[in-house]
Structures are given as structure tokens and as C-alpha cells.
């Protein structure tokens, strides 16, 4: 039982930080119907700018700071100089770009750093709290907690409260009509792709520290299983995608922990295959509810 309870909270930090990447993917794909393959090689872009901060000015949280913002600009200009060229008369057109963009980062990143490991530490310490003699969750898990938290609130007030989220969902699902009543269309997918880079570039920051180190393909396997949430959850449903989140990074955490790491990559993708094969849509998007009504 003691197990089963660390696997569980250790799966839902781990999970957590899916969840932020998840969302980021479900933003860009609202705006444009684009999956967006270059997202973890643009966080981890991000990061490595980050951990230059840091080191030539000894503050992390500068560091954490100029990665939000290397995020936004990255995003729009991503958006502005390369996807908005795009022919999206097919799908597969905004995939190949995509996946031309990693190879670019990567081998600048890979030009300018090298390709070896680099250590990235968190800002907290990860040693968990013991409860009953229980091995639970660690400060910065209740970090991540939070700055997830934060970012789930902050978007659904935006999405719904405020008039640019409005004009935002307007500019995704019907572009011709915004413009014909005045919304600037380009504009707010430019400003899609930002808050869609940043909240990338927030997952990198959380994720690294708990990986091997700062690498530019740091982000490869993480992005596989945000990807995975993101389908699992529905990539129209921003709450599905932090559900699907959660649900990954448990499946990882109780089949790391039971069966040993190396079946976990296989589960993540056994998982992808069967959603995808059962509920296209995901599990908790409404046209797949619609569907089973």
C-alpha cells in the first residue's frame, strides 16, 4: 500500500507537468488545426536560454522569467515568419514544417551548447515529505502543483471572461466570420501561438530538472507522452488535456514502478494506439460524447 501511494502522487507531479504540455499542444491546435511536433524542441530553446541567464547571473527565477518570455516571442515568431506562409489546403503540410523545425533547433541548439547532458537543478528540494513513514511529495512537487494550477486557472479566465479569449475562440472555429465583424484574426492566432509557446516553455522548466539533464533533445520522450494526453483527452478540450495529463503520468508511474522503466515507453504508445483505434476524438472531447449519446 505504501508503494501503490507514492506511485500515485509521484504520477500525479509527473502528470502535472503533461498536463501543461498537453495544453499547450490543445491551444495551437485551436487556433490553427495544426499539432504542433515542434513544441518540445522550442521549450527546450527556451530552457537553455533560461539556464544562460542563470548561470551569468546566479538567479534562477531571472532565468525562469526570461524562459517565459523567450516563449512568447518564440511562438509568435514561429507564427509570424514560418506557419502563417503554410498552404493548409492538407494537414500534412503543417507537419512536415513542423518537424523541419525541430531538426533546425536542434542542431543549433546542438551548434551553440553541444550535445552533451548538462545539469539543470530545481528551484526547491526534491526530496519528498514522509507522512506514516511514506514517501509522498517533495517541494517542488507542490511547485509544479502550482504552477500548473496557476496556468489552468489563468487560461479558462482568459477563454472565458475575458474579450480577447472570445475573439481568440472566434478567430479558431469560424476566422471569415470574425473578420467580417472586425477581429483581427492574425493577430490573435500570432498571440495563440505565444501563449502556447510560453505555457511550453513553463513545462520544459518543470520537466528537466527531473530528467536527465538539459540536452536539445531533452524534450523528445516528454513530448510523446503529452502528446498521448492530449489525445487522450481530446486535443478541442483544454480541461481534457490536463485530465489526460494525469492519466499518463499515472500509467507511467504504476508501470515503472511495477513492471520496470523500459515498459513504459511501450504502454505510453499501447495507450496512444487504443484511443486512437476506439475514440479518435478522446475520451472526454464532447463530439466523442456526442457520439456515444
Request: glycine share 12%.
Amino acid at each position: 500500500m505504501d508503494r501503490f501511494l507514492f506511485l500515485t502522487f509521484d504520477g500525479l507531479s509527473r502528470g502535472a507537468v503533461y498536463a501543461a504540455f498537453a495544453l499547450a499542444l490543445v491551444l495551437i491546435w485551436r487556433a490553427t488545426r495544426i499539432v504542433n511536433f515542434a513544441q518540445g524542441a522550442m521549450a527546450v530553446a527556451t530552457a537553455y536560454v533560461a539556464y544562460s541567464v542563470s548561470d551569468a547571473t546566479g538567479s534562477y527565477w531571472l532565468g525562469f522569467i526570461v524562459a517565459l518570455v523567450a516563449g512568447l516571442l518564440l511562438g509568435a515568431g514561429v507564427e509570424r515568419v514560418v506557419m502563417r506562409f503554410v498552404d493548409h489546403s492538407s494537414p500534412l503540410n503543417g507537419v512536415v514544417v513542423a518537424l523541419g523545425l525541430v531538426l533546425i533547433i536542434q542542431g543549433v541548439l546542438g551548434m551553440i551548447y553541444g550535445n552533451e547532458f548538462r545539469p539543470a537543478t530545481a528551484p526547491f528540494s526534491r526530496d519528498a515529505f514522509e507522512i506514516g513513514g511514506v514517501a509522498l511529495l517533495s517541494r517542488y512537487d507542490l511547485f509544479v502543483f502550482a504552477a500548473v494550477g496557476a496556468v489552468v486557472v489563468l487560461l479558462t479566465l482568459l477563454f472565458t471572461r475575458t474579450p480577447t479569449g472570445l475573439r481568440m475562440r472566434a478567430a479558431a472555429f469560424a476566422p471569415d466570420v470574425s473578420r467580417l465583424l472586425g477581429v483581427p484574426v492574425g493577430g490573435m492566432l500570432t498571440l495563440g501561438w505565444a501563449l502556447a509557446a510560453a505555457v511550453g516553455s513553463l513545462a520544459g522548466m518543470l520537466v528537466i530538472p527531473t530528467e536527465l539533464g538539459l540536452h536539445p533533445t531533452a524534450m523528445d520522450i516528454v513530448f510523446i507522452s503529452a502528446f498521448t494526453a492530449a489525445v487522450v483527452g481530446g486535443l478541442d478540450s483544454p480541461i481534457g488535456s490536463v485530465l489526460g495529463g494525469l492519466m499518463v503520468g499515472l500509467l507511467l508511474s504504476y508501470i515503472s514502478g511495477y513492471l520496470g522503466a523500459t515498459v513504459a515507453p511501450m504502454a505510453v504508445l499501447a495507450l496512444l494506439v487504443v484511443v486512437l483505434l476506439s475514440r479518435p476524438d478522446g475520451l472526454f472531447s464532447r463530439r466523442a460524447k456526442a457520439r456515444t449519446a
